[in-house]
């Protein structure tokens, strides 16, 4: 149980255009959602939270304008890449939380790479 | 926010040996601590948590302890194998359920 999926898992894209990042939970009911980018040999960054039905909230320094969140269900968040540029080139990842206070564990999807050339 | 350093970046040990990674965090109101297992180009995987309330877990070869005053926590891993090669993360997390993570540690293990 408690599975994450992401679609697609690698994208290439020319700069300028937009590209779209999908996150689900497959069996079970994601209160919040986080999203989180990886540079090549670093460690993970939270770039967002996402709650189902409310805007998410950006960490610092994330331009929320640039990277659009919508988290329409409690199955479904999305990441939206504005206006890509090669620097936005890295390894993008979803978690999910199922929903109650004692309830800490995040999975984590498997993760989609993002090329800009 | 919430600090989490990490060291040591780099441990290589023989196959059998164990290996210790250790974690600071800077906020005391964090509660809960878990340990990510990273191959390369994958996802993370919770290998073990520990919760601000308890002092130590074990689970088989892997181990955390926790010291809530000192503010730092620790991995324990024993009889290590080569499968036990990869990137570790430690990280620490709030009442707002986010996760800051360490730095990471590249574990290898020499046969």
């Known amino acids: 149980g408690a599975v994450v999926s992401q679609h697609p898992s690698w994208v290439i894209c020319k700069s300028g255009t937009s590209v779209k990042i999908e996150c689900r939970s497959l069996?079970?009911?994601?209160?919040?959602m986080f999203w989180y980018r990886q540079f090549p040999k670093q460690s993970l960054m939270l770039m967002a939270t996402s709650n189902e039905g409310s805007k998410a909230t950006y960490e610092q320094g994330v331009e929320k304008d640039k990277f659009l969140i919508n988290h329409a269900s409690l199955t479904l968040s999305t990441l939206t890449v504005t206006s890509a540029h090669p620097e936005d080139s890295s390894f993008y990842i979803c978690s999910a939380r199922v929903g109650g206070s004692a309830s800490y564990e995040q999975y984590f999807g498997p993760g989609t790479r993002l090329t800009v050339t | 926010g919430e600090n989490v350093e990490q060291h040591p970046s780099t441990l290589s040990v023989q196959e059998g040996d164990s290996a210790v990674i250790k974690c600071t965090y800077s906020d005391s109101a964090s509660n809960y601590f878990p340990w990510y297992k990273q191959e390369l180009g994958k996802r993370p995987q919770l290998i073990i948590d520990i919760r601000s309330n308890v002092g130590e877990k074990k689970d088989q070869r892997i181990a955390v302890t926790l010291n809530k005053t000192a503010k730092h926590f620790s991995l324990h891993i024993t009889e290590t194998q080569p499968e036990d090669s990869a990137v570790y993360f430690c990280a620490a997390s709030m009442r707002d359920y986010k996760l800051s993570f360490g730095a990471g540690t590249t574990v290898t293990v020499r046969a």
């Open positions: 069996d079970f009911q994601a209160t919040t």
